[in-house]
């Protein structure tokens, strides 16, 4: 096992998984059975990511939380992380001086096949968000690999004019040649593999290749 599983880093970078990080065991998490052989190891223990998850909401409020904020979710990977996150966000706009408004849109970017990013992008649910003019935008998405699906999305919104634009991811993977779009609220830093929270095997590729 490696002798340093997770590192800190500054803020904004998240917390780095290296590369030679085996994860922990399947064996010490319950998980449902029809994913029994699909799974290699358990990567990022729920209870981790949702303290990482409080300290971004904590990071979002401080710099988004003078105006508005209207919430794009990545759909569908992006569902649960956006719903806890918003979550502790209006926990902590409870807990202030004043409350925020906060409104959730949900969008899907279909860019993979199977686990290869593939170059056509189909943004729906993004056709008009003129809803998004002088607004504070917080784009949350569960997983960034290359950074080009985040890229060309970051252009479609700003063409709405909204008054800042941030994105939040849980995932980041280090990604040879990705375009440097890295989210300005990272959970986790990862190496580039194919992962749920846990590593996908091999075996479990193949079976839900479409």
Request: proline letters at 4%; one cysteine or more.
């Amino acid at each position: 096992m490696a002798e340093v599983a997770v590192q800190s880093e500054r803020r904004g970078e998240g917390i780095v998984i290296s590369d030679d990080w085996p994860g922990y065991s399947l064996d010490l998490f319950s998980y449902p059975a029809h994913y029994s052989g699909d799974l290699d190891c358990v990567i990022i223990p729920h209870g981790v990511i949702m303290d990482r998850t409080e300290r971004l909401a904590r990071n979002i409020m401080d710099e988004l939380g003078d105006h508005d904020i209207v919430v794009l979710c990545v759909l569908k990977g992006g569902y649960q992380f956006c719903a806890d996150l918003v979550d502790r966000i209006k926990a902590l706009s409870r807990n202030s001086n004043h409350t925020i408004p906060m409104r959730v849109h949900f969008i899907r970017l279909k860019s993979y096949l199977n686990d290869q990013s593939t170059e056509d992008l189909h943004i729906l649910g993004a056709e008009d968000l003129s809803f998004l003019a002088g607004k504070n935008v917080l784009i949350v998405e569960a997983i960034v690999g290359t950074g080009k699906t985040m890229k060309t999305l970051l252009k479609h919104v700003e063409a709405f004019g909204p008054k800042m634009i941030k994105v939040a991811g849980l995932l980041v993977k280090r990604v040879p040649h990705s375009s440097a779009c890295v989210p300005d609220y990272v959970g986790f830093e990862i190496p580039n593999r194919f992962v749920h929270i846990c590593v996908i095997s091999e075996s479990g590729k193949l079976k839900y290749k479409i």
